[in-house]
């Protein structure tokens, strides 16, 4: 019988992005668990003993690209025959490994509509990024903050961090939010806050960042024209909550 691979055909699969810096991951466990959950969604058990070999295989993958590498760890099912109910008899894993770019300019971003209502993030689905292609595809960039219902929600591959009155807060996870590595380590460490944030907040914060596991955290310089002065200054109580040994990368 005809069989699909089951990612391909009906996106069924999660995969988590980190960086590897000299054979380290930084929050590990939380990838891990994140990628366990999102899997456990599709009814499948990513069992200790393959989630310890994928682990020591995105090292080894790392290690031949870079002392400083980025690396996307995809896990769907295998072939099976057609039909959306149909079964994989196991879980494919497969890594891709590039050398983590140098350049860590601030981003310029302007804001966009969410043009379609936000769906729950606990994991990273597969399928939830081909409506986000969609969008930046049609928009020509990725440098993007999203706004749905006067809501912000998060940029196009990383979670939001607003600065204002000398506190820095980040959308409530849920709906067309993911919950970031990056950002629940500064969520426990006390320096981000987490609330609803009204769009009207980009109007008047004096300061922006972006944060996920490739770049750590990366200040804004500007949103719509407008300079944010107080990011890159604003920004070292975030950077100084992670070791030394990625600080020095930000």
């Known amino acids: 019988m005809e069989t699909v691979e089951r990612g391909l055909a009906y996106a069924e699969g999660c995969f988590e992005t980190f960086r590897v810096v000299r054979g380290e991951v ?3 466990d939380a990838h891990a668990a994140r990628l366990c959950r999102g899997l456990a969604a599709w009814g499948y058990d990513l069992t200790p003993a393959m989630l ?3 682990y020591q295989r995105c090292l ?5 690209v870079a002392d400083d590498a980025l690396v996307r760890l995809t896990v769907s099912p295998g072939p099976s025959p057609w039909g959306i109910l149909r079964r994989a008899g196991n879980l494919v894993a497969r890594v891709q490994a590039m050398s983590m770019p140098a350049g860590r300019e601030p981003f310029h971003l302007r804001r966009a509509h969410w043009p379609w209502p936000p769906l729950p993030r606990e994991a990273k689905y ?3 990024y081909a409506r986000l292609g969609m969008v930046l595809h049609r928009l020509g960039t990725q440098d993007l903050v999203f706004i749905h219902q006067e809501t912000v929600l ?3 591959v990383a979670n939001v961090l607003i600065y204002r ?3 820095w807060w980040t959308p409530t996870s849920g709906a067309g939010v993911l919950p970031g590595v990056v950002r629940a380590h500064l969520l426990t460490s006390g320096v981000v806050r987490e609330a609803v944030c009204p769009a009207a907040w980009l109007d008047d914060c004096e300061g922006m960042a972006l944060a996920n596991s490739g770049m750590f955290v ?3 310089a500007t949103l719509d024209g407008r300079n944010l002065p107080a990011s ?3 920004s070292a109580v975030l950077r100084a909550t992670f070791p030394p040994s990625i600080g020095r990368l930000m």
């Open 126 to 128: 597969l399928a939830d």
């Open 154 to 156: 998060s940029a196009a």
């Open 52 to 54: 310890s070999e994928v």
């Open 165 to 167: 009155d000398g506190q």
């Open 60 to 64: 080894a993958r790392a290690a031949a």
């Open 218 to 220: 990366r200040p804004v």
């Open 232 to 234: 890159l200054e604003a």
């Open 26 to 28: 930084f929050a590990w």
